[in-house]
């Protein structure tokens, strides 16, 4: 049972435009969700989080857009760069459950060409 | 400020031996997380540490324990080691405090023959 899904496995976007990428999520409980980064050979960076009490948050060219309602989140990369290409990694954990426990979906693979 | 720390990088092991992967975490992050990344499931929990104490764990059988010292460096041993346990280990670290992001480093890759 697959509680965080990233259900498009790649996304390519030119150089300069925009990158989203889409999360959605069943377990209502989760509260916390975050993105990471991850080039091959290491491990995942971190990039931007959202609690549920937020709808949006801003960091530099990153932006996370929560719908709870919906229980979707997405990423927005404005302008994408070449070294953006990355698997991207959505994830989320409830404070109930313990908020270190990390649920993963299976990332997305984004390129970015020149 | 020197980022988590996994050792080794990689080992190469045989069927029904143990194993035992360090990770040391960013200085003043006194949780410690562990997880297993395969191809077919993905990013997995495993157990969290914290002030040497496991404070959550995930879906894996009793062959996977962990440890952590009283300087937050922790430990991560899997005994009876199966074939389906070749995998990325990843340990990642945080501070205190609810909603606090983890940071990961760059794993062990465990492979069994």
């Known amino acids: 049972d697959q509680q965080v899904k990233q259900n498009s496995p790649s996304l390519s976007v030119q150089e300069g435009r925009i990158s989203i990428l889409n999360c959605d999520y069943t377990n209502s409980m989760f509260d916390y969700f975050l993105w990471y980064k991850k080039y091959p050979a290491e491990g995942p960076t971190f990039l931007i989080s959202?609690?549920?009490?937020?709808d949006k948050n801003e960091d530099g060219r990153f932006t996370v857009f929560l719908n709870k309602s919906a229980k979707h989140l997405s990423l927005h990369i404005v302008p994408s760069q070449p070294g953006d290409s990355a698997v991207y990694f959505c994830a989320a954990s409830s404070l109930q459950g313990g908020s270190e426990k990390l649920v993963f979906g299976k990332g997305t693979k984004l390129t970015v060409n020149p | 400020k020197a980022g988590v720390t996994q050792t080794p990088r990689y080992l190469i092991k045989t069927r029904g031996q143990q194993v035992t992967l360090s990770c040391s975490p960013i200085?003043?992050?006194?949780?410690v997380s562990w997880y297993q990344q395969t191809p077919g499931q993905g990013l997995q929990f495993l157990f969290e540490?914290?002030?040497?104490?496991?404070?959550n764990k995930g879906n894996f059988p009793g062959r996977f324990s962990g440890r952590q010292f009283s300087n937050s460096r922790s430990e991560m041993n899997v005994s009876t080691l199966e074939l389906g346990d070749s995998a990325l280990y990843l340990c990642a670290s945080s501070e205190a405090g609810e909603y606090q992001p983890q940071h990961f480093g760059d794993g062990t890759r465990l492979s069994i023959l």
């Open positions: 959202i609690s549920s009490i937020k």
């Open positions: 200085s003043g992050h006194r949780s």
């Open positions: 540490y914290f002030s040497e104490t496991q404070r």
